[in-house]
């Protein structure tokens, strides 16, 4: 990507040195902009730049440095320099707002919400080819930003996470969609205000030529309230019964998916692509890796790789539209994820669990559902086969 000569006399720190951090160092380099510099916590990353300094000469370089750049996964509150970053906040930056920076005319589609955002991005990009746009997924889900090669007219599809957003300031998307919004990554936002203001972001920069998309009251109001300039779109719930009578797609039919869908059907009204393209390019779409990822079947027992589900909130979609469920559970706990199993509860869900958090998921599941632990996945399955095979022997 090409950085106008105003932003090559900047000076950068550049704080992650993951993929993220690498495409800034590789975007900064072919754009022989001469300042900058570079750490990572980790000892084998830091090494991976000539610009790496040491940590208290990096400290001292953010005085005088024009804008700092984080990478997602950095938490101020748990940095090594977070009395420094916070001094010098107000220069803190995304790669995607070095982006926006640029004044790259091209058309943006910026996704978020808590859960929904890799199918809708892909959905979104499998659409746009097939209606012949050239068109770039980057983000959360793909390549960063800053790496991709673009033509004059490519559109750019952003799936941009909460940690991104939060940020960010100069982010400015032609489209911009809030899918939903339920407690998660608490722990790293601190409360539900911070974590809300970072998805609405999307929104703060955009005028009256751009458009906001969204479907939920709350969101909508609070999108008045503040009185964003951009065209509000609101998202047709009811879309949905006419996509089950028109669409052929065994995956995008799920309930799970509903609302990626509808958001599709909008922006596609929106850039004018006839209802018949958009059915057929559904009809076409093939599902995600590890998002209701129907990856074997034997014998009317179906496998389902859900794994992407990283809140009871997101995998709770899954356990409504199955029944006879065999649950294996685990891994991170998230700060204010709620287990609510009212609409789930008369499905038949049997749980094992398994991972270094068991405490927390025996807390969480007793006197809801039936559980049993058996600490490793290799267990889980045993268990599972030895008790379909009980059942059809009775």
Known sequence: MI??????????????????????????????????????????????????LKLSQFKKSLKNIDYIVLSPGINIDKSKIKKNLNTYRNKIISDIDLFYMSKIQNKSIVVTGTNGKSTTCKVIEHLLKKNNFDVKLV?????????????????????????????????????????????????????????????????????????????????????????????????????????????????????????????????????????????KACNSYIGLPHRYEEFYKIKG???????????????????????????????????GDIFKFDKVIKNNIRAFIIGKNISFFKKKLKNKIDFQVVNSMKNAVINILKEIKKKKIK
């Open 3 to 52: 950085l106008p000569n105003k932003l090559r006399e900047k000076s950068f720190a550049i704080y992650g040195m993951g993929i993220t951090g690498r495409s800034v160092v590789d975007c900064l380099k072919k754009n022989k902009v001469k300042k900058y510099y570079t750490w990572d916590d980790n000892k084998i990353k830091k090494k991976s730049d000539k610009y790496k």
């Open 139 to 279: 983000g959360n889900i793909g390549q960063p930003i800053l790496s991709i090669k673009i033509k004059k007219n490519t559109i750019i599809v952003i799936e941009a996470s909460s940690f991104q957003l939060a940020y960010s300031k100069f982010i400015k998307p032609d489209y911009a969609m809030i899918l939903n919004i339920s407690k998660d990554h608490l722990d790293w936002h601190k409360n539900m205000k911070n974590y809300i203001n970072a998805k609405f972001k999307i929104f703060s920069n955009q005028d009256n030529k751009n458009f906001a998309l969204l479907n939920n009251q709350i969101l909508i109001k609070r999108f008045k309230t503040q009185k964003y300039k951009s065209k509000l779109k609101k998202v047709n719930k009811n879309y949905i019964n006419f996509f089950n009578s028109q669409i052929r797609n065994k995956y995008l039919n799920l309930k799970i998916n509903s609302e990626n869908i509808q958001y599709a059907y909008a922006l596609s009204k929106i850039l004018k692509i006839k209802t018949n393209s958009f059915i």
């Open 301 to 335: 027992i179906n496998f389902i790789n859900d794994s992407k589900a990283t809140s009871f909130e997101s995998c709770s979609k899954a356990l409504q539209v199955n029944k006879n469920i065999y649950w294996i559970v685990g891994g991170k706990p998230k700060q």
